[in-house]
């Protein structure tokens, strides 16, 4: 069966852009998280 | 429809083309020169609004406030990928250079637009973000796909878009706009024409050869420069306005007036060239003037906000 293959290049090119997403929704997640604790107040965090 | 029938997918030999942009690339999208200014206007609009923001909630205003900005840019270099081909300053930006294709730009421009305008409004409140949401608008249908290459007073409309950003900086504290909001973003939108009329002097041969109608284009170098006195004037007097309405103190209002007779000296320079000067090195130190000049007079509104403040404090100690 023919298959796409990727030269260096894109593989290399194709990880940068991956990491740079993850790293952007990983970001996302903790800022949602952050201005939860925020907006609510840090009496969550005493219990 | 398959992925295949994409035009943007296919290469010219039917093989499919797969990307080699690296982030770094999607990064130059955003335009981060012109992010940066945003960023620090922005800034200056939270700081200088009365009352107080959560510091993090502030942080994550002007991250938003950055990204619609970096958004604008990604769908002006969207929609200007075939003059930008052309000239010789924009002719290697991503997608000219075939680094990225044009729905790429798009579909990451749109995606960051919305994001950044949601949440603005989730975490800070509705009103900055509606501001945010029509700024990136205007920018991108306003001024880039109707102005831009129909008018010769496109950048003193569209820099508009540019005036913005403080404005929503004191809406994320205050929850409104007020006369001095408006005065910040008076400063910005008188000096923008200013600013670009400069560059376009001597970008004039660029500009002509993708059509775009600048002023010195149009109407020539000698109304272009007569403009630019005007402007230059105008910034140089509302900059001053702060410290006569007593938002600012007599401190800023001389700086102010020291750096605003500065920018008048260099338009005045500019005004002097001779016509069909074909180094231009007024108007390129007026270019490069101009962009100290703002960050100058935003950063001296800050320092004497924090100066009122320390000696508030110290005054109620003793």
């Not at chain 2, 296919?10 to 499919?16: F, N, P, S, T």
């Not at chain 2, 409140?125 to 249908?141: K, M, P």
């Not at chain 2, 007593?246 to 800023?252: D, H, T, V």
Request: hydrophobic share 55%; glycine share 10%.
């Amino acid at each position: 069966m023919e298959t796409v293959k990727l030269t260096e290049a894109q593989r290399k090119s194709r990880r940068g852009r991956n990491i740079a997403l993850g790293l952007a929704l990983g970001g996302l997640v903790l800022l949602f998280y952050v201005v939860t604790l925020v907006k609510i107040g840090g009496n969550m965090l005493t219990g | 429809m398959t992925v295949i029938d994409n035009h943007d997918v296919l290469r010219k030999d039917g093989e499919v083309r797969l990307s080699e942009a690296s982030a770094r690339d999607f990064f130059e999208l955003l335009k981060p020169r012109v992010m940066s200014l945003v960023v620090f206007t922005a800034f200056a609009g939270l700081v200088l609004a009365p009352g107080p923001i959560h510091p993090v909630l502030g942080a994550i205003a002007i991250l938003c406030i950055a990204v619609g900005a970096g958004a604008s840019g990604a769908l002006n270099m969207w929609y200007d990928a075939d003059i930008d081909a052309v000239m010789t300053r924009t002719a290697r930006r991503p997608i000219p250079a075939g680094r990225i294709t044009p729905s790429e730009a798009l579909a990451f421009g749109l995606t960051l637009s919305v994001f950044s305008v949601v949440i603005l409004g989730l975490v800070v409140n509705w009103l900055s973000a509606g501001i945010l949401a029509f700024t990136i608008f205007f920018y991108a249908v306003i001024y880039t796909m109707w102005l831009k290459r129909s008018t010769p007073q496109n950048i003193v409309i569209g820099g508009a878009a540019g005036a913005f950003p403080p404005v929503i900086g004191w809406a994320c504290v205050t929850g409104g706009v007020s006369f001095e909001s408006v005065i910040l973003f008076l400063i910005i939108f008188l000096w923008t024409p200013a600013h670009f009329w400069a560059l376009a002097l001597f970008k004039m041969r660029d500009y002509e050869s993708v059509g775009v109608p600048m002023l010195p284009n149009v109407a020539g170098e000698a109304t272009t420069k007569n403009q630019i006195v005007v402007y230059a004037v105008l910034t140089a007097l509302c900059a001053v306005v702060p410290a006569l309405t007593g938002a600012a103190s007599i401190g800023y209002g001389a700086v102010a007036s020291l750096l605003g007779g500065i920018f008048v000296y260099c338009s005045i320079a500019v005004w002097r060239m001779p016509d069909g000067d074909q180094k231009m090195i007024p108007a390129k130190k007026m270019f490069a003037f101009s962009i100290f000049y703002l960050f100058a007079i935003f950063s001296a509104l800050m320092i004497d906000r924090f100066a009122a403040g320390a000696l508030g404090l110290i005054g109620g100690i003793l």
